[in-house]
């Protein structure tokens, strides 16, 4: 079995909405999603078969103070606005397919960060809620979400316990990956003075995602070393952007230019994939 591993990074991952919309168009479907923040919500899009719909998203509101500002903070604690962008935008503005995503009969996870235990936990996309509280979770970064609850516990950023969650796909049976990043070649992750700063805040409160907050650089350079030597065997895909990407990038024409990247990536290798898909059959 061939799993699909996505990457977050905010709007870094429009590169992967953009692959993922070349696999839309090409008919190629995998058996096993999994991913944490922007990847795995970009990729829920995949899944209901909406081409552009993410992309078609960030055009329409990234700039929108009711999707990210300041102001939402007074309303929900949080820089994005969670109601609009989890609420108005997939129930009324760009309607998210629910019927097409549920005939889904594949496995599709969301991975969430424990802020109690600091550890990765992963949920079933199909039996979230209405309110998308799983994609919530795992898009909540410490300072600019709050925590998310979900059956009593707190949640944050998948990102936080399992950037890139090869291992997890490994571990529930796949024998390849193909993984979709959003850094280029040769990017090397640092603790951030952001980072330390949030730990301090949040250290009282969620103890062990302090501990995350400073040590996450080594487990992404860790997990990024172990996507690497699964490709030098032949186990892996992996696609990345050209370039770097401000995770906030505000340029609507940028982020336009990033997803075609991807999606002229996708189709340029989309006979690549079949061939890679079809061997660990």
Request: with cysteine; glycine share 10%.
């Amino acid at each position: 079995m061939t799993g699909l591993v996505l990457e977050g990074g905010t709007f870094r991952g429009i590169f992967s909405a953009g692959i993922m919309d070349a696999f839309i168009e090409e008919g190629i479907e995998f058996p096993y999603i999994v991913g944490v923040s922007a990847g795995i919500s970009n990729g829920v899009s995949y899944v209901s078969k909406q081409f552009a719909r993410n992309i078609d998203i960030l055009e329409k509101y990234r700039n929108d103070k009711r999707y990210l500002g300041m102001r939402n903070y007074r309303k929900c604690r949080s820089m994005f606005g969670l109601d609009f962008v989890f609420g108005d935008i997939p129930k009324e503005l760009v309607p998210f397919d629910y019927e097409e995503f549920k005939r889904y009969r594949g496995t599709c996870l969301v991975g969430v960060t424990n802020a109690e235990t600091g550890k990765a936990e992963f949920k079933n996309a199909l039996e979230d809620s209405e309110n998308f509280d799983f994609l919530r979770a795992t898009c909540a970064i410490p300072g600019y979400f709050p925590a998310i609850m979900i059956d009593g516990k707190p949640y944050f950023d998948g990102g936080l316990a399992s950037p890139i969650c090869v291992k997890q796909a490994l571990k529930d049976g796949c024998s390849r990956t193909v993984i979709i990043l959003t850094q280029p070649e040769g990017f090397v992750k640092k603790c951030g003075k952001g980072n330390i700063a949030m730990s301090q805040l949040i250290k009282h409160k969620y103890p062990k995602i302090e501990m995350l907050l400073l040590t996450r650089h080594k487990l992404y350079n860790k997990q990024l070393e172990f996507c690497r030597e699964l490709e030098r065997r032949g186990k892996a895909l992996i696609f990345r952007p050209s370039h770097k990407l401000n995770s906030f990038e505000k340029d609507e024409k940028t982020l336009r230019a990033v997803w075609q990247e991807g999606y002229d990536m996708g189709k340029s290798r989309a006979d690549e994939i079949r061939a890679f898909i079809s061997e660990s059959k």
